[in-house]
């Protein structure tokens, strides 16, 4: 079974674009989804988190996403930290996933595959970028971000060009109309090389 991942910045379309994947009946991870159902779920992972991050980061047992996300984004160090935290639990979510699943391919979803040096893992890697506005307007209208923390996140991600350089495929998420024919080529190619 082949292993692709889909990864890009913030408001790039991932979601979109795993989603038309999963149309197509390929089994799909969203890596952040899981994350924050397993933050939620598991007593082991929220013991780490309230170790490092203090009582704060649960409110009534809930992971208390705006806090967490004040408290990393401003601070690159408290970000690594959450994301090793978080990062071990993700990946045995996804190999005990990866074992249920009969396919000729995986799609796992996750905007920090380089940053975390998880390349290794995967057989094949898509990209996808956006224009700068479309991001900005994306997350604002998401997140109700401001256009100052969106480019401030912008910023700290690893660029676009270095994560395309890195990739197998690129899909520039600028004409919704031409996403699926994009999809499907890839879809098509990823089967065929199987």
Known sequence: MIKVAITGGIGTGKTTILSMFADKGIPVFNSDEIAREIMNTNPL???EIITAFGNKAYDKNKLNKKYLS?????NETLLKKINSI????????????IK?????YIMYESAIIFENQGEGFFDKIICVTAPEDDIISRVME???FSKDKIKSI???QLPNEVKTQKSDYVIENVDISKL???VL???NNIIDSN
Not at 70 to 74: D, I, L, T
Not at 100 to 104: A, E, L, V
């Open 185 to 187: 080529e890839i879809h």
């Open 45 to 47: 992972l929220k013991n």
């Open 142 to 144: 998401r997140n109700n």
């Open 100 to 104: 249920k699943q009969d396919s000729k």
């Open 86 to 97: 978080v990062h071990p639990y993700v990946a045995n979510e996804l190999n005990s996933w």
């Open 180 to 182: 699926s024919d994009r």
């Open 154 to 156: 912008i910023n700290k």
């Open 70 to 74: 004040n408290v990393v984004f401003n």
